[in-house]
């Protein structure tokens, strides 16, 4: 019953969902324009199998990739 | 039970008129001046983006702090009584204003008082003119009677026919000796808290429109707003959220914009001005015109199973049953025009409303049907 709920938000194409994921989550803006999208998180961990790296704030700018995609951070 | 008379802002009645229910942070009853007169400025503070409205027509008003207020004032007590920072120092940079939680600060103030107080004014003159009209009824003096003797929560779900802004809770209007009944019944006879055992339908979601009024600019606000999307070979608008009230709002380049999401009228209506002044914050002359409420969605459950085959063969003309293509009944009721999705289970989702009593009356019509079809 609830995914009828969100029918009437579905109608421009929008979904409630990334902003459950502001509310949850530690991303705190979210930007798409010119098919680039523009992340700010906070308080992320970046794990690897040996090493953790903990960040106040990541600037995550991530563009559509085929084969030519680019994505820093800073 | 009016207070003196406020000279800066033509509000007089409005200070000593604050409902009793939610009881603000200090004081239970009357609050002080000092309380009132920051209550109202929150409100009117709130209401600050631009209202298009007609000249006031007259000085009398009614109350009209909104219940929705004392919640976002509970929850957030920070945001509500100090100005934004963050806002004023990136007010004059547009490259990140973040306005995505409640900034209570004064646009502009210039505007304020005379638009706030002709929207009040406005308000107050389309509410005294319904009441007036609907005295006669005794019905719906009997309504009121229901109503003023149900929770509080029922009560504020009550709506005047002829006022399609704002809900209001009735302890809100005891000024007045001809409307010592709840002014706010509605046209038809119904209550919330009935016959249906104390069932009533909780609204998910409200639709909204609004027109700003002024061409945008749709790459400047993706650029610069905050938690937008703007893809035009999709779709041609921005898609921006705010988290309170937990909303999207499509924002097109003609100044329209579509506001969706949010569970009561007065959050959809604060919602959308927080919209507007996001907006109005990036350079646009942003105005307020023309909200209105385009669609409500509510959903209840009646707690026991229903057989759906039998009352689709019963109520052929109003129902649509097809198991294989969807597991609900599609009710369309004819009056009030809302289509209901009965389900199984119990559940039942009511849709197609424009105003809250719709659904409420809608619910209080199928109830005894589904009582009917009971299973087992």
Redesign the interface.
């Known amino acids: 019953m609830a995914y009828q709920l969100y029918r009437n938000t579905t109608l421009g194409n929008s979904l409630q969902e990334s902003l459950d994921e502001l509310i949850q989550g530690s991303l705190n803006t979210y930007r798409f324009c010119d098919n680039v999208w523009t992340f700010v998180l906070n308080d992320v961990e970046f794990r690897e199998v040996t090493e953790l790296i903990k960040v106040d704030k990541v600037k995550i700018v991530a563009c559509d990739g085929k084969n030519t995609g680019s994505n820093t951070t800073e | 039970m009016a207070s003196a008379p406020r000279p800066e802002r033509d509000l007089g009645l409005l200070a000593g008129c604050l409902p009793p229910y939610p009881p603000p942070p200090t004081t239970v009853g009357l609050l002080s001046m000092e309380q009132q007169e920051t209550y109202l400025e929150l409100y009117l503070d709130q209401c600050a983006a631009q209202d298009d409205l007609a000249p006031p027509r007259s000085p009398l008003f009614n109350p009209v702090v909104p219940y929705d207020m004392y919640i976002l004032n509970a929850s957030n007590p920070d945001t509500a009584f100090n100005s934004n920072p963050e806002v004023k120092e990136t007010s004059g940079d547009f490259s990140s204003v973040?306005l995505?939680f409640l900034p209570d600060e004064v646009t502009q103030e210039n505007k304020d008082q005379p638009v706030i107080s002709s929207r009040h004014e406005t308000e107050e003159s389309s509410e005294s003119q319904s009441p007036q009209s609907r005295l006669p009824s005794p019905s719906e003096q009997d309504i009121g009677l229901g109503l003023n003797s149900s929770s509080l929560s029922n009560s504020h779900s009550q709506l005047h026919p002829g006022d399609t802004d704002s809900v209001r809770p009735s302890p809100e209007k005891p000024n007045s000796d001809s409307l010592s009944l709840a002014p706010i019944t509605p046209m038809t006879p119904m209550t919330p808290v009935s016959e249906c055992c104390g069932i009533v339908p909780q609204l998910?979601?409200i639709?909204s429109t609004v027109n700003l009024a002024c061409k945008l600019d749709l790459?400047k606000i993706?650029?610069h707003a905050?938690?937008?999307?703007?893809?035009p070979k999709?779709?041609a608008?921005v898609?921006m959220?705010i988290?309170e009230p937990?909303t999207?709002a499509?924002i097109f380049s003609s100044g329209k914009m579509?506001c969706?999401?949010a569970k009561s009228e007065e959050q959809s209506r604060l919602a959308a001005r927080k919209y507007a002044r996001v907006v109005q914050k990036l350079g646009f002359p942003a105005r307020f015109l023309d909200f209105k409420i385009q669609?409500m969605?509510g959903?209840c459950d009646v707690r026991f199973p229903i057989r759906l085959e039998g009352l689709v063969l019963t109520h052929q003309q109003f129902s649509s049953y097809e198991p294989e293509l969807f597991p609900g009944l599609i009710y369309r009721m004819v009056k009030p025009r809302i289509v209901l999705?009965i389900?199984v289970s119990g559940?039942v989702?009511l849709?197609g409303a424009k105003e809250r009593s719709e659904i409420y009356e809608a619910f209080e019509n199928i109830y005894p049907i589904l009582k009917g079809f009971k299973k087992a």
Not at chain 2, 226 to 231: D, G
């Open positions: 973040d995505s998910q979601n639709v790459k993706a650029l905050k938690n937008a999307e703007y893809n999709r779709f608008a898609i959220r988290r937990r999207t499509l579509v969706t999401g669609n969605v959903s999705l389900f559940k989702v849709t």
